[in-house]
């Protein structure tokens, strides 16, 4: 491994790859066989049912019920059908990165009409029916998701734009909630509390990456609630939440992502979209929030976009009281705002990965200058498989230095 974190090769698109496997290979690749409810009909779709609801799908998603797997790890950055709830120990990598048009149907927690609302930012439909919950991202293919609600009744030619329920406002955890000094790890999906207890006892670890929202975020967060944060608050966790917005045109999840096309009006949509989904997990004014900007090939238009749709954020985030925070690799972004950092408009908190096993917030690619006084997070290890209290998690190993914003 190099010393720092390596662009990783560019894959195939999402889409194409996963449509020329079978039902069956695509299923084996996702940990979990197809459901024989799955029945097929004409030409490229088939049917799906659940709990008396049928949807038609194309004929080359997977569906993967989640009773018979419940370790298999709801992801959004392949195709599939995903049918009822993940258990609590899902088998997901330390992260996953991209989006292509998917389905998880689950049952809702509550009675509901039939409703649809979309998230435009994030590309993502949320609906409910009778007995069902809905959620159903998409890609670059969004009438492809509309004709996949719509085959089941569900009102999609009415939905309305999202808001994040305010369910969070008794649940608020204090801005310090984002300061910690000392280990932490994120994993690409929010830990049950169970897991979350046990690594409280027996890890070294004392504060946890989030993932609250963006068009580019793969991996479902069943759990991730506001009385979840508040919970984890309460145990002595501490956060550092990650919003996967769009990516620079050379990133290393290729055309499996949505890219950076225009940065200004992107950066300030991803902005208000993190501060919204931060705000319904409880997450208030002072919050530290890291855009997730994975590794990528720098230079000219690129570089100059990047730097755009950061400063874009930054800004839209001071405007709504919250603090800004980026991830990148050194190699990449880290790079790029240390050469502009006299002309750039740079994040509160720098949260860079060098995967070189050394647990400091010091690198030599970092000038002492630039994000000193307590505003660093240093990835050091990645997709790292550990057990604490006879529960395993992969994840991402962190070392922090986040203080308080300076008066």
Not at 133 to 150: K, S, W
Not at 255 to 283: K, M, Y
Not at 346 to 351: A, G, I, K, W
Not at 362 to 382: C, E, F, K, N, V
Request: with cysteine; proline share 6%.
């Amino acid at each position: 491994m190099s010393a720092s974190r390596p662009p990783r090769p560019r894959p195939r698109p999402v889409r194409r790859a996963v449509r020329a496997l079978t039902a069956l290979s695509a299923a084996a690749a996702l940990g979990a066989a197809p459901l024989p409810a799955a029945r097929a009909t004409s030409g490229d779709t088939k049917t799906v049912t659940y709990r008396g609801h049928t949807f038609t799908v194309p004929a080359g998603w997977p569906v993967v019920d989640l009773a018979a797997h419940p370790t298999a790890c709801v992801r959004f950055d392949r195709h599939a059908v995903y049918l009822g709830t993940p258990g609590e120990r899902q088998d997901c990598p330390a992260r996953a990165t991209g989006r292509a048009e998917s389905l998880w149907v689950r049952p809702a927690t509550t009675p509901a009409k039939s409703a649809v609302t979309e998230n435009r930012t994030a590309r993502i439909y949320r609906a409910t029916a009778d007995g069902i919950a809905v959620t159903a991202p998409y890609g670059g293919d969004r009438e492809q998701i509309r004709r996949v609600l719509d085959s089941a009744g569900l009102p999609v030619a009415a939905a309305r734009t999202e808001k994040p329920a305010d369910a969070a406002a008794a649940l608020t955890v204090p801005a310090v909630a984002t300061t910690h000094r000392g280990r932490g790890f994120d994993a690409c999906t929010a830990p049950s509390q169970t897991s979350m207890n046990a690594w409280k006892t027996a890890s070294p670890y004392a504060a946890v990456g989030i993932y609250i929202g963006g068009v580019n975020r793969a991996c479902d967060q069943a759990k991730l609630t506001a009385s979840w944060v508040q919970t984890q608050y309460a145990k002595g966790w501490r956060f550092f939440p990650l919003y996967v917005g769009p990516q620079a045109a050379t990133s290393s999840c290729g055309d499996a992502c949505a890219a950076i096309s225009e940065p200004s009006q992107q950066g300030r949509a991803a902005a208000e979209d993190a501060v919204a989904q931060a705000g319904a997990l409880g997450l208030g004014k002072g919050t530290v929030i890291y855009n997730d900007l994975e590794g990528y090939e720098r230079g000219g238009t690129v570089t100059r976009q990047v730097l755009d749709y950061l400063a874009a954020w930054t800004e839209r985030l001071h405007e709504l009281g919250y603090r800004s925070g980026a991830y990148g690799s050194v190699s990449s972004l880290a790079a790029d705002l240390v050469a502009n950092a006299r002309t750039a408009t740079l994040p509160d908190v720098l949260h860079f990965a060098n995967w070189n096993d050394k647990d400091t917030t010091d690198d030599s690619a970092l000038p002492a200058a630039l994000w000193s006084a307590h505003q660093r997070i240093h990835q050091y290890t990645g997709n790292s498989r550990e057990t604490y209290g006879s529960v395993t998690i992969n994840i991402d190993r962190d070392q922090l230095d986040v203080g308080a914003a300076a008066p």
